[in-house]
């Protein structure tokens, strides 16, 4: 929330013709074609979701027609045939894989930040390249390795590949996110608190910790969201028994053919989550997607 | 003026300069041994995890591309020495789904970054309710995408019932059918125009404001404005949404996964779903590991560009490490 909203205003404001200040008060309420442009393109591309969400609560009468039908009786049963196709495991699957992944991606990583910024260790740059460096190994050259060793180890349809792969997935982001969230904390914070003899781990725990726990959150919220939509891992390692949100979507399609409504009540429980996940953290989506470069 | 834009400008904040000298000065004989692993502890966890997570199966990778080894042929596995890498290369389907894996990514990049460059100056306006329309915005990037790739192959591009032929007069056109490629490049430019445009917008909002004053006073109209000032100052952000956008888009499976399966035959397959197939459909280990190798040589050669680019933009100077 805090810092782009504040920064948006000022340039936005410019914008408007080097008018006086005084009519600047009018000129903002006369009606800027350029606003209604952005909400038509707006509402343009959130129109598949919107359609997505609208069609779950249709019968398959409803959603089946040659003219697209907005007025109709909204019903559950949908939502209901999902559930009795056995979303409930898929979901499960995910909720856990996504949740014990980013607590591990948290527990590895913030630590790690710490390590990469305020107490740095010889050689940071180069363990912060090699932490980049993972994210940029393409996913299919590890696939096959992979499978053979989670085969090989038991852990083919078992929820706790995912959780493995997806914390590897998503540390190297959320160690350079921490870090960038830990070098805003002031130096001199630290240095007070080693003059009052504080341990490394009581300065951590009682002056920074406090300091970047909003980061840590929005870290953890990216986690989740890439970690929910994951798909290439999930349909490679998992069946039946561990399949994931994503994959059951898949099976859904080929078990049920395309059944429109039913595929969209399975399509927005699957997206809904990190949807709202996203909503949430949207103000730190771009420091997350660009390892902390950009705030 | 350029240079450090991006990451550490804000006042108070430590800039990667002076981070670098603290670490150069702190850690020079001035650190003892014991200091230094105390410091060094809270980093291992997660530096022997990746580790192990990640660089183990890519030496497995390098293994299994030397040998001839099916799956589902018990006994089949043999030492092959070079000759995956061979076939590799002779497999002319390889080199056209090579192709497509950089037209998908080419392509998704360019389309996105204009229209998120056009987004973003719409968002940069002051209108009623910003706020929700940059959340609708966004709203595609958040989306599933498997979710989001199967809404455009039923309800927006299906034939009969789907919308876009409902908008368009005429016959119903199939399109996931007739260009399978587009229909894929559509759905990935749906996801990545709202990424592309987050990562402009911010660029946009941290553009000094008194430069466009001083423009502005100087007489420079709106377009002049936009070229001289705002697109060079854009350069950086434009320059790491492409870079962070190939990375993540090497890796695009789901759209063709739900989409086309990679068809007709592979006309529309990239790498990932390419060796896919061969690893898990043709159980082809030694062939799909070789591929797989071919793919990372040539992400290396994109990724050594991408570190660079992402070093300076957080550094703001090139050779600051």
Redesign the interface.
């Known amino acids: 929330m805090s810092t782009s909203i504040p920064q948006a205003t000022a340039p936005a404001a410019a914008e408007s013709p080097s008018a006086p200040p005084v009519k600047a008060k009018v000129k903002r309420r006369k009606f800027d074609p350029w606003g209604a442009v952005a909400w038509i393109v707006g509402l343009g591309f959130f129109f598949p979701v919107f359609w997505m969400v609208l069609t779950a609560f249709k019968q398959e009468v409803d959603a089946y027609t040659t003219t697209p039908k907005v007025i109709f009786a909204p019903t559950l049963d949908e939502f209901r045939a999902v559930f009795d196709q056995g979303v409930g495991t898929a979901l499960l699957n995910s909720l856990f894989a996504t949740a014990v992944s980013t607590l591990l991606v948290l527990l590895l990583g913030v630590p790690a930040a710490f390590a990469l910024s305020l107490r740095p260790v010889r050689k940071t740059q180069d363990a912060l390249f090699f932490f980049m460096s993972t994210k940029m190994l393409p996913v299919v050259a590890a696939i096959i390795p992979l499978y053979v060793i989670v085969s090989n180890i038991g852990l083919l349809d078992n929820i706790w590949a995912l959780v493995i792969l997806y914390t590897a997935m998503n540390l190297p982001i959320a160690v350079w996110m921490m870090r960038s969230f830990f070098l805003e904390v002031p130096g001199e914070l630290l240095e007070a608190a080693s003059l009052d003899g504080a341990s490394t781990w009581r300065a951590m725990r009682e002056v920074i910790l406090p300091l970047v726990s909003p980061g840590i959150a929005a870290t953890a919220l990216i986690c989740v969201i890439f970690a929910w939509n994951e798909f290439f891992f999930a349909v490679s390692l998992t069946a039946v028994q561990a399949q994931t949100m994503p994959v059951f979507l898949v099976g859904f399609i080929a078990g049920q053919g395309l059944y429109w409504a039913k595929l969209c009540a399975a399509a927005t429980m699957a997206a809904l989550p990190v949807v709202l996940a996203g909503w949430i953290a949207q103000n730190k989506l771009v420091r997350g997607l660009s390892f902390g470069a950009i705030k | 003026m350029t240079t450090s834009q991006?990451?550490?400008e804000?006042p108070?904040?430590?800039t990667e300069a002076e981070?670098?000298a603290?670490?150069k000065k702190?850690?020079d004989p001035g650190?003892s041994r014991a200091e230094?692993w105390?410091?060094?502890?809270?980093?291992l966890?997660?530096?022997i995890?990746?580790i192990v997570?990640?660089?183990?199966?890519?030496l497995?990778?390098l293994y299994?591309s030397t040998l001839s080894w099916n799956l589902v042929r018990p006994g089949s596995r043999r030492f092959v020495g070079l000759s995956n890498y061979v076939d590799v290369v002779q497999d002319k389907t390889f080199w056209q789904v090579a192709f497509n894996s950089v037209f998908f990514i080419v392509a998704t990049v360019l389309i996105s970054i204009v229209l998120g460059l056009l987004?973003a100056l719409?968002?940069?306006?002051?209108?009623?309710?910003?706020g929700?329309?940059?959340?609708?915005?966004?709203?595609?990037?958040?989306?599933?995408?498997?979710?989001?790739a199967?809404?455009?192959k039923?309800?927006?591009l299906d034939p009969?019932?789907g919308?876009v032929n409902?908008i368009l007069p005429g016959e119903g056109i199939d399109f996931v059918s007739s260009w399978p490629r587009a229909s894929i490049l559509v759905a990935l430019v749906?996801q990545w125009?709202?990424?592309m445009m987050?990562?402009i917008?911010?660029?946009?909002?941290?553009?000094p404001?008194d430069i466009?004053?001083a423009g502005?006073v100087d007489g420079a109209g709106a377009f002049q404005l936009f070229r001289e000032l705002t697109l060079p100052h854009l350069r950086r952000?434009i320059e790491?949404g492409a870079v962070?956008g190939a990375?993540y888009l090497?890796?695009t499976?789901?759209q063709i996964?739900?989409m086309t399966q990679g068809g007709p035959g592979t006309d529309s397959a990239n790498?990932?779903f390419y060796?896919?197939q061969r690893?898990?459909l043709g159980f082809d280990?030694g062939q799909?590991?070789a591929?797989?190798?071919v793919?990372?040589i040539f992400?290396?050669i994109?990724?050594t560009f991408?570190?660079r680019l992402?070093?300076r933009?957080?550094t703001g100077k090139e050779e600051a490490?």
């Open positions: 991006l990451g550490t804000r108070g904040v430590e981070h670098v603290r670490i702190t850690q650190v230094g105390r410091r060094r502890g809270p980093l966890p997660a530096l995890f990746m997570v990640t660089q183990i199966p890519f497995f990778t299994y987004l719409l968002l940069d306006r002051v209108f009623l309710g910003r929700i329309v940059r959340t609708l915005l966004i709203t595609p990037f958040l989306v599933t995408p498997v979710a989001g199967l809404m455009w039923t309800a927006m009969v019932f919308i409902w749906w125009t709202p990424f987050l990562l917008l911010a660029g946009l909002q941290s553009m404001r466009l004053e502005r952000f790491l962070l990375i090497v890796n499976f789901d996964y739900m790498l990932p060796i896919y690893a898990f280990i799909a590991a591929m797989g190798v793919v990372v992400t290396m994109i990724a991408a570190l992402i070093f933009s957080f490490a």
